[in-house]
């Protein structure tokens, strides 16, 4: 029964304490010290995305090739024209520092809006018969090959 009671009074003891630091936690608002190297983190990484979105406007990539769609830049994928080129996706470096071989990346992409993007890689005929080849032939243009034909 002492026991019990002894660890009582120390755990009263140790909330006084440190009550300010538990209850903050138990809020989700943790030391400010402590997040510090994940804000930086984010900033760092909103920093790196603001250096991509210029190299890409830039370069002309901020809109679909096909269509023209310029609405929503997260709507917009990048193809690389030929798949056996490819390093690494763009998807993983827009979080990246921009360096001229990542920028080497994003020279050997079409960019394409989402609905483009999946019309591309689509093996299902569409109303007219028609089937999407998986490349272009031109970087702004995709291929329609009639079923009909030998």
């Known amino acids: 029964m002492r ?3 002894k660890r009582r009074a120390s755990n009263r003891a140790y909330y006084k304490r440190n009550r300010e630091e538990l209850t903050g936690k138990a809020r989700g608002k943790y030391n400010p010290d402590k997040r510090k ?3 930086d983190h984010v900033a760092r990484n909103i920093k790196y995305f603001e250096s991509w979105f210029k190299i890409i406007k830039d370069s ?10 310029n609405k929503c830049f997260a709507a917009i994928d990048f193809h690389h024209i030929d798949s056996s080129e490819k390093k ?5 470096l827009l979080g990246r520092k921009p360096t001229p071989e990542r920028i080497s990346e994003l020279e050997k992409c079409i960019s394409l809006c989402a609905n483009c993007h999946r019309e591309l890689h689509s093996s299902r ?11 272009p032939v031109r ?8 079923n009909d034909q030998p």
């Open 88 to 92: 690494i996706g763009m998807a993983y």
């Open 3 to 5: 026991n019990k009671e």
């Open 60 to 69: 002309g990539k901020d809109k679909c090739s096909v269509c023209g769609y």
């Open 37 to 39: 190297g994940r804000t």
């Open 139 to 146: 970087p702004c243009e995709i291929v329609l090959v009639n």
């Open 125 to 135: 005929n569409d109303n007219n018969g028609r089937k999407a080849a998986m490349r």
